[in-house]
């Protein structure tokens, strides 16, 4: 029977082209909780936390939350959160297996749940986000920083509501949106709470910076998170205007995923080696076999968001497929 390692053996390698930064200084913060830190303005205005490391491979978000914290950036108004996520996950990384570290035993953003958040602590990575609860129950908008399995353009991964499409537009980059519903297994983060409900002021984002370990994930990073700040009128342009090195598309891309496709068996395989965003001109094509089920198209011009088999296992979606809106559905 094929494993999950033997599965990953059979992938292309990225070379690491990145230094993975030292935040073992940051772990004593300002806020009770380790390696999170929380600066006032005394001005009114909104909350704003960024988030590294909801998984412990994916470094863009720590470096550019470490970036900020040697800054020694402060708000001008309202409050700004630095914080680095599952950071024991982090630790453990392994350059010979950089898709091993994701999480210690249970993926940290699936389990953004009352239920789950308020009972027992049965694993490190759900002890962490526990840790992590209160502070999040305070944030009026959040940037989840995260990288993909694939080298692929970055994405912004909005949700489902209209407020985070809105959000995205206001933001202006990247040049691809995905509007989702998230993952069959667990809640993110981005969805929790307030961030979920179409009514509630708060709201967040998730942004798929580029593959792990490769630089331009840095940079899309750093310029994101410069960006998002300046849009959230927390810090003044001076401090983070050299952090801008990514030119805004000249139009954005905004497709909604319509079902994601999720593995019953270790024996999922592409029908070709898919790396994102690729355009299936016609209804019907084969793109993927499980087992002896075929995984089709649903509709022309299917958009493939995400796909990957390096963490196969129950409940793992593979592959998001997702349509282009047209001008009349994406809000101003």
């Given at each position: 029977m094929t494993t999950l390692a033997q599965i990953r053996a059979g992938l292309p390698r990225y070379p690491i082209e990145v230094e993975f930064p030292d935040i073992e200084r940051w772990k004593t913060g300002n806020t009770g909780i380790d390696y999170v830190h929380s600066f006032d303005s005394g001005i009114e205005g909104p909350h704003v936390a960024i988030m590294a490391l909801t998984h412990g491979n994916e470094v863009s978000g720590a470096i550019a939350v470490d970036e900020l914290l040697r800054r020694g950036i402060r708000p001008s108004r309202g409050k700004l959160t630095l914080a680095f996520g599952n950071v024991a996950a982090y630790h453990a990384f392994d350059p010979d297996d950089i898709d091993a570290t994701r999480y210690l035993e249970e993926d940290m953003n699936r389990v953004w749940l009352p239920q789950r958040l308020q009972g027992p602590a049965t694993t490190a990575d759900l002890a962490r986000a526990q840790q992590?609860?209160?502070?999040?129950?305070?944030?009026?908008?959040?940037?989840?920083?995260?990288?993909?399995?694939?080298?692929?353009?970055?994405?912004?991964?909005?949700?489902?509501?209209?407020?985070?499409?809105?959000?995205?537009?206001?933001?202006?980059?990247?040049?691809?949106?995905?509007?989702?519903?998230?993952?069959?297994?667990?809640?993110?983060?981005?969805?929790?709470?307030?961030?979920?409900?179409?009514?509630?002021?708060?709201?967040?984002?998730?942004?798929?910076?580029?593959?792990h370990v490769l630089a331009v994930s840095r940079q899309i990073a750093l310029d994101c998170v410069a960006r998002f700040l300046l849009l959230a009128e927390v810090v003044e342009e001076a401090a983070v205007a050299d952090l801008l090195q990514v030119a805004k598309p000249t139009r954005q891309r905004f497709l909604r995923v319509t079902e994601a496709i999720v593995a019953d068996t270790l024996d999922f395989r592409f029908t070709q080696d898919f790396k994102g965003l690729e355009t299936i001109p016609e209804a019907g094509t084969l793109i993927a076999t499980d087992g002896e089920r075929q995984i089709r198209t649903p509709y022309p011009n299917c958009v493939l968001i995400q796909p990957s088999i390096r963490h196969l296992g129950s409940g793992v979606t593979v592959v998001r497929l997702a349509r282009e809106l047209g001008e009349d559905e994406v809000p101003r």
């Open positions: 992590l609860r209160p502070l999040i129950d305070e944030v009026d908008w959040l940037l989840d920083i995260h990288s993909m399995h694939e080298h692929s353009a970055p994405l912004m991964m909005t949700g489902p509501l209209e407020k985070g499409l809105r959000l995205a537009a206001q933001l202006g980059t990247p040049e691809f949106v995905i509007a989702d519903e998230g993952h069959q297994n667990g809640r993110r983060l981005r969805d929790f709470g307030g961030f979920g409900q179409p009514n509630s002021p708060k709201n967040a984002l998730l942004i798929e910076t580029g593959q």
